[in-house]
Structures are given as C-alpha cells and as structure tokens.
C-alpha cells in the first residue's frame, strides 16, 4: 500500500471503476437522486451568492489583521487573483458553492470527499502553504479506516483489477490500494442528523407513480365515450381532486425530507402554517451553512494553522446573517402578535 500519493491527483483515473465491489451500489445510490432532480438542484441553489455578496457574507477572522486580510482574499474574494483559478475548488464557482456541491452529493449518498492539494502559495512576498486544489472523488473508491473508538486514522482509496492489470502491463507502479494522509482529505457528511433526503424519499416514489398513472387514464375515460381500457373505466369513479390531493400530500412530504419550502398547490393550509414552514427553511438553511462552514474551519483552516506556524487557528464565519436562534425568535414575535403579518414576511424576506 502507498503511503502518500502525488501531489497531482485526478479523480478519473481509474476506467474500470465499476468493477470495485460497492460501485453499483453508488450508482443506484446516484441515480435514485436524478428521481429528485428538482429537489436536488434547490439544494444548490441556496448556495448560490451574487460574487459582490461573498464578502458581505462570509470572512476568515485571525487574531492577526494581515493573516485575515490574506486568508479571506485567498479563500473567498471573487476577485482577487487567487480565487480567479477555477480549479481552486474544482467545478464549484466559489467556497459556498462547493458547500452546495457536497450538500447535493450528501443528500443522495451520505459521505462525500474531496482530495486536497497543499502547495507554497506566495502572496506579497511571503510564502504560504494552502491548499490549492479540492478534487472530487467517487465515494465508491474510498473509505475511512478507523481506530476501536471511530476515530479516522487515514483514508484508502481502492482501485479496480483492471486498472491495476493495465498498469502494471504498461509497466507502471501497480495500486491496489492507496493510503491518504487526513490531510489530503476533505471529509463533509449530510449535515442532519438522519437518513440523507433521497433515501427517506424512495418510498414516496410509488405513491406518486400511481398518479401519473391516474392522470394517463383519467385523460382517457375524458378524450373517449368509450375508454380504451378497463383501468381507465375504473377511473370515472375516482374524484379528480381527491387524488390530487393525495399526490400533493406526498411532494409536500418530500420537500420536507429535503428541508425546502413545501409547495403546497392545491393543499390548503392556514396562515400559521404557511408562515411555520418559511420559518423553518430559513432556520434550517442557516444550519447548514453554518455545519459546513465548522467542517472547513477544522479539517482544513487548523492544517494551515499548524502547516504555517501561526499562534491560533483562522476561522471561516457568516457575517450579516440571522442566525437560527434569531430566525425563531422573530417567529415566536410573531406567534405572540407583537409584530404584524406583513413585518414578518418583509423580515424573512431579508433574509439570504
């Protein structure tokens, strides 16, 4: 087993990837996500900044001025001429867009990783290491060995027969398996603590097949005096309404497993609720925001404190956001009738 790996890793190089025991598991995994495509690309969404927003919204604070002015340029500012590099962060745009990446990835398969590259970066004259590459890796080919108390001790990223038959035919170094130091890894989890979105879906999936399998043959018995097949006829019985509103039950009850705004379509709900369930993905949106932001600070901004010599550990923070206790806070106002419906809304409307 090689115990470091270069330093410029590609997160493709295994072609015959399938045949590592656990792939198709992935990939069931994977595909059963493309089922929520919708739900799936909000989760994203709600990373998304305007490139003026960044530094209205997040900052690296040091005890040391130079060290936070650096770090925020380096890590956040869209324009300075470190973050210009896309492969900084890979396919992402910016930091918070590859949070969005791995809270996408996360929803479907639970564990997602990222191999980091740490090089000397020079910025005004004086040497830093950072990392200057965060690679996606297929989470098939890699899993956490663990101590008897859960604790991490590396990374082992396997590869495929095939792979390791073809190598060593072109006489290159062979790897069945390959050992990753903690520090070449970006580790980030589904940031709730359940079962990710996709999984505690599937079961809904049945429920609103069978409607659009109602509508096919409830477009039938109406087009047609004579309905072209028995399930059709059946159909005449069953209120149109009625199985509508089963089928919105269920998106409702999806969109609740991903932690979005329920759209409700023809449900009917109160004011109370309505206002509930904004408040409850502006709370949960920030939780999330601010998990990844706490993955960052210790898998990553720690390493450049120690890889740097610096006397205490940067930290990557929201500034100008409401936090989840001040989001609850404002609705239980609202609840007791000290501000208006219309104040609450422009309030939650603010807010990123």
Known sequence: MNNEPPRKYHRENDEF???????????DTRNDGLKFSVEIDRLRLGFVLKRDKLTETL?????????????????????SRFHGRRELYGGALDIMDLFGEAYQYSAMIGDVYFYINWDQVDISGTQYTLPVSFDFIDPSTIKPKRDNSGTVLYYVQSYSFYQRSKQKHFKQTPLKKMKI??????????????????????????????????MIDHTDSTLHEKPRSFAAELVRNKGFETERRKRDLIKNK??????????????????YYDMYIV???????????????????KQI?????????MRSAPKLVLINQQTSGNIWDKFREWENGKTTDQQFIDYLSSIE
């Open 301 to 309: 901004l720690k390493k450049v404190r120690i890889k740097n010599g």
């Open 17 to 27: 990837k399938s045949y590592i025991k656990g792939f198709e598991k992935f990939k």
């Open 181 to 214: 130091d903690l520090n070449n890894i970006l580790h980030l989890t589904y940031p709730f603590q359940e079962k990710p979105a996709v999984q505690r879906s599937m079961q809904l999936l049945k429920q609103l097949s069978k409607f659009n399998k109602y």
């Open 59 to 79: 900052i690296v604070e040091h005890k040391d001025s130079q060290i936070e002015e650096v770090l925020t340029s380096y890590f956040i500012d869209p324009y």
């Open 254 to 271: 999806t969109q609740l497993n991903f932690h979005q705004i329920t759209v409700t379509d023809g449900l009917k709900i109160t004011n």
């Open 279 to 297: 408040t409850r993905f502006k709370s949960d949106s920030y939780k999330v925001k601010k998990f990844y932001l706490e993955e960052f600070n």
